[in-house]
């Protein structure tokens, strides 16, 4: 008999049966751990499971936090918002259940191998089902998937749709396949100005120190200050890292994870979060100084140390992640669309929220380059 239990802590779960519903998952067990217990305040943190015969049949992160409809805005509209705050300062802020994670690539649901499709396609439009009653008991007025990827958004969004979700572009996931054996070939498939300027703006490393370190602790108040300097620049602020996030990633991933830091001399200029598996390394967050930092081109010579890096250790496939895409595109990256499905409780606070959605979508992209 089929039976959904929701968690309140992944470490209730053996690893392996997490795992195994996630067989090419960089994000996997230990990295969903270590987001669990990096203390993010603005979340509480669940984990949705199906069981048959004392079996893990299908699993999700879930996450419940306070949802302010403007947090993808930019510009005109977030100063409009901004001032409906300053009169009505709960308005646009929803009780949110969300499957999926804040600190994940894409939201991906994860499956008993043995299932077929349409084994697959029923359970989790049971699943479905009973995540929208968990997230009604919960007070949650607003209910989403957060970042699901295109692949899964092709063999699933006739759930969603029978279940009176609605959709809206998220972030798009970038991505560079590694099928070149040096810099130098790589260089060559990028255009003519792009490869003059990248040898030009290269030189800069010549002035730098690469350290790669599995433990950050001597450096984190200098690693925790590059991150503020950089969150504060951002135009995407969900959720805020901790000092635990980027300690716990590293312990927790062993051999799958590592910071590279960039001196200047003495001085700590950028820090850059990896983590990997045989075939893919991602790139989970680059902090710099600001005002240093272009001065040295830090993004584009960490860029280059990453392919460096996928080249030298057998990596096909280098993920760079979501926003910021004209340099990515520029070097050559490729995009995958993730997907947003949503749903309020209220039909007519629905009905608003889709008709508001491409106001409120964080996809500035893919417009361009569709």
Not at 62 to 88: C, E, M, P, V, W
Not at 185 to 196: C, F, N
Request: overall charge neutral; aromatic content about 14%.
């Amino acid at each position: 008999m089929r039976e959904f239990r929701v968690l309140h802590s992944l470490g209730d779960i053996a690893r392996s049966e997490w795992n195994r519903c996630f067989p090419e998952e960089v994000e996997n067990y230990d990295y969903l751990l270590a987001v669990e217990e990096s203390g993010l305040k603005e979340f509480s943190f669940r984990y949705v499971t199906a069981w048959q015969g004392g079996e893990l049949q299908s699993a999700v992160p879930l996450f419940i936090t306070d949802y302010s409809l403007d947090t993808t805005l930019q510009g005109i509209g977030r100063r409009f918002t901004a001032s409906i705050k300053n009169t009505f300062p709960t308005l646009l802020t929803l009780k949110l259940a969300c499957l999926g994670s804040p600190c994940t690539e894409s939201g991906t649901i994860g499956f008993y191998p043995r299932l077929n499709d349409p084994q697959r396609q029923e359970l989790f439009r049971a699943m479905l089902g009973y995540f929208e009653s968990y997230g009604t008991a919960q007070g949650c007025r607003l209910l989403a998937a957060k970042d699901i990827p295109e692949p899964f958004q092709r063999r699933f969004a006739e759930v969603f749709q029978d279940a009176k979700f609605s959709a809206v572009p998220g972030l798009p996931t970038a991505w560079l396949n590694i099928d070149f054996a040096s810099i130098d070939e790589y260089l060559g498939r990028l255009s003519p100005g792009t490869r003059k300027d990248m040898r030009r703006k290269l030189r800069a490393a010549d002035r730098l120190r690469v350290e790669y370190e599995t433990e950050v602790e001597e450096v984190l108040p200098e690693l925790m200050a590059l991150y503020h300097d950089t969150r504060n620049r951002s135009q995407w602020q969900f959720e805020e890292l901790t000092p635990d996030y980027f300690t716990g990633v590293l312990a927790r991933m062993p051999g799958r994870s590592f910071c590279t830091l960039y001196y200047a001399g003495s001085e700590l200029l950028a820090a850059n979060l990896l983590i990997h598996d045989e075939r893919t390394l991602i790139d989970k967050f680059f902090c710099m100084n600001g005002e240093s930092g272009r001065a040295y081109n830090l993004y584009f010579v960490s860029w280059f140390a990453n392919i460096r890096l996928c080249i030298e250790r057998g990596f096909t496939r280098y993920q760079s992640g979501q926003a910021y895409y004209e340099n990515k595109l520029r070097l050559g990256s490729g995009l995958t669309r993730n997907t947003i499905f949503f749903k309020h409780r209220n039909a007519l606070a629905h009905g608003l929220l889709r008709f508001a959605a491409p106001l409120l979508s964080a996809d500035e992209t893919l417009k361009q380059s569709a």
